[in-house]
């Protein structure tokens, strides 16, 4: 009797310290992001809209019927559809509006990052509780602390952005058209998402990829429901003509949306490096093929990582025969390391896109969890390392002396080449694991034997 009272009092302090336990990580989730929210806020409420004005303005327009890539204060160069989506916030003052998109892009990120850290858990056989799901999230954000902290305080759109990455992630086994459909409207936020179209191609998603392509059709013409066909055919026009500015396309014989060039210092990814560095030798002739070159070698040592865990990289089953190891981690592997790719060889990347890499780092914490092995955890934690550093480099803010002493750093681009390491680590690490989640599920499987097999027989002629 003793004994089991000794028990119960031991079960019962276990579960008032998980209790604690999770209490602490939710207050922590919420601090960092009432710290977000308050910088910002405070920001609003000094006037200070940042990015939001360019989307308020441009919701104006299209509310109005004017058009919305006008220049004003600054140029809109997105598709026409969260234009048309903010209309309503055009009927408020822009203090207003800015701090209701405020409140809503803090609920993306905080859901989004909360959804990826639990399909990062279950996809990696790792422990799903809330714990567990709650931790990796608040490890997620602290390791891209300054980007989640850009783009809320920048009050972009890139949390929504990653909000349908996030779900469209969670629907692909369960609910494909949704995922499809998901990512149908996250690439009508911005074209990034555009990466994983031949992804769902080559690893036989089907349904998905015909819900993205028609979804993405039906979001890109619903602004016509306010501006008329026409003029939504013209606006989708210009936002595409962008993409040739940004590239260097001469569009001077029709309008397009005024994108920074690709050259421009405040992009950080590979290919605006290469591009800096070919034009200031007037060699301009070699950026593309050197692009190439870096993809290509990225794209072989991947292939080359695939054979030597003796995973399958391009002969996958159809979908329905995808919901076991070693598929299942290897979507998991996958999936942000595609967006991250995108955004080290993207035209260009700014600093506040790099919140879209909490996909990223909540993959590599539930890593850091469910990886035992000595060498790959060391590889982890300086895939780690590498992110923080790179991301945060040159410490002390971009306007300090010794930040303009360190210039080479973003002319060739270091925080590409720091995220590209990483995603080389990550995707080492990951496929070892995948490799022997493989094995379990083969050694767990039932074997049949003769032993076995002759018993079965005995019995069906008794």
């Known amino acids: 009797m003793g004994l089991e009272v000794a028990g119960m009092v031991v079960m019962a302090s276990t579960a008032r310290g998980h209790r604690w336990q999770i209490a602490g990580a939710i207050a922590g989730l919420l601090g960092l992001f009432a710290y977000f929210a308050t910088i910002t806020f405070r920001r609003i409420l000094g006037g200070r809209f940042s990015d939001f004005n360019v989307f308020y303005s441009a919701a104006r327009a299209m509310l109005l019927h004017q058009d919305p890539y006008l220049p004003g204060r600054r140029s809109y160069i997105y598709p026409p559809l969260i234009a048309f989506l ?35 858990l279950s996809r990696l056989e790792a422990d799903k509780s809330a714990l567990a799901m709650l931790v990796i999230s608040v490890l997620s954000i602290v390791l891209v602390f300054d980007k989640v902290k850009d783009e809320l305080q920048m009050l972009q759109t890139n949390g929504l952005m990653l909000l349908m990455l996030a779900l469209a992630l969670r629907w692909l086994d369960r609910k494909p058209t949704w995922a499809g459909i998901a ?15 031949p992804w769902l191609l080559v690893r036989r998603r089907w349904r998905t990829a015909a819900f993205f392509v028609v979804s993405a059709a039906g979001f890109a013409l619903l602004p016509a429901l306010q501006s008329g066909w026409d003029d939504n055919l013209t606006h989708l026009s210009v936002a595409f003509g962008g993409l040739g500015h940004m590239i260097g396309v001469d569009t001077a014989s029709a309008a397009s949306a005024d994108i920074w060039s690709m050259r421009a210092g405040v992009s950080l990814s590979i290919t605006s490096a290469i591009a800096r560095i070919t034009h200031r030798r007037h060699a301009d002739f070699l950026m593309l093929p050197m692009v190439a070159a870096v993809a290509g070698c990225t794209l072989v040592m991947i292939a080359l990582a695939y054979r030597r865990n003796l995973l399958p990289f391009l002969r996958w089953p159809t979908a329905g025969r995808q919901s076991t190891q070693p598929y299942r981690a290897l979507i998991a592997i996958e999936y942000p390391s595609l967006i991250a790719l995108a955004l080290v060889f993207s035209p260009q990347t700014n600093p506040r896109h790099l919140v879209l890499l909490l996909l990223v780092t909540a993959l590599l914490w539930t890593m850091l969890r469910v990886v035992d092995a000595g060498a790959a955890r060391v590889r982890l934690i300086v895939a780690a390392a590498v992110l923080l550093l790179g991301l945060t480099f040159p410490w002390g803010g971009t306007l300090t002396r010794f930040a303009h002493g360190v210039r080479p750093w973003f002319t060739y681009g270091g925080q590409g080449w720091c995220i590209l390491l990483t995603v080389g680590l990550l995707i080492g690490s990951g496929l070892k694991y995948a490799a022997s989640l493989a094995r379990d599920d083969e050694i767990a499987e039932p074997q049949i034997t003769m032993e076995s097999q002759f018993a079965v027989e005995r019995l069906e002629v008794a």
Request: charged share 10%.
């Open 86 to 120: 903010y209309m309503p916030l055009a009927h408020l003052s822009e203090q207003k509006a800015a701090a209701i998109v405020l409140c809503a892009d803090v609920a993306f990120v905080l859901v989004a990052v909360l959804i990826i850290a639990r399909e990062c």
């Open 183 to 197: 990512l149908g409207f996250a690439c009508n936020i911005k074209y990034l998402p555009l990466i994983l179209l």
